[in-house]
């Protein structure tokens, strides 16, 4: 049975940003490993005996590891949680925006749910509307959009996107100029 990132924030008691990801996968028991891969390989996860283990490249930025990580839990509770078989997923050069080669195509719904998925667990919907709501934000321009990708640990252009997503930004507005 998948779970939703706020279901999994909520059993893990966690109620402030950054999110720790360190603390989800102690809670539910997964290993994590360094990947020292090329550069277009970003994580991987596998589960084989009901044991799971999350491995990231770590010559990736900070920033885009925990993206990694979050994603590779997406697929843990999303597509791998249950069963006892043996699962081997890599990820390779998957883009925050919810796309990558395969998912450019219009095949790959799991990355793109991972991608999703991974999105709302490190900026929650919540957490950033009241983050909105506070005086800092007045407005929500370029200088602001990097603000909260600080304050979440995230690459700014994962937040701009994040912000699209739930409609606070506009679609067309180019994320590497004007947010």
Known sequence: MSMAPDDVLKECGIT????????????YGISQVTLPASDDIF????????????AV?????????????????AHFFLHYRDGTGRVEHV?????????????SQGVDWNEI??????????MPEDMLRKDLDSDE???????????????????????????VNMGLLPPDVDPSTDS
Do not use: C
């Open 91 to 103: 990820d390779t050069d998957f883009r925050v925006s919810w796309r990558n080669s395969v998912s």
């Open 113 to 122: 749910e991972a991608n999703r998925f991974a999105a709302a667990l490190l």
């Open 16 to 27: 402030e940003r950054p999110i720790p990801l360190e603390r989800i996968i102690e809670h």
């Open 137 to 163: 934000f007045q407005t929500l321009d370029s200088p602001a959009v990097q603000r909260l990708a600080s304050l979440y640990k995230v690459s700014r252009l994962a937040m701009h996107f994040r912000l």
């Open 57 to 73: 490249n770590p010559d990736q930025h900070p920033n885009r590891q925990r993206f990694t990580i979050a994603h590779e839990l």
């Open 43 to 54: 994580g991987a996860i596998v589960r084989e005996d009901g044991n799971v283990m999350i």
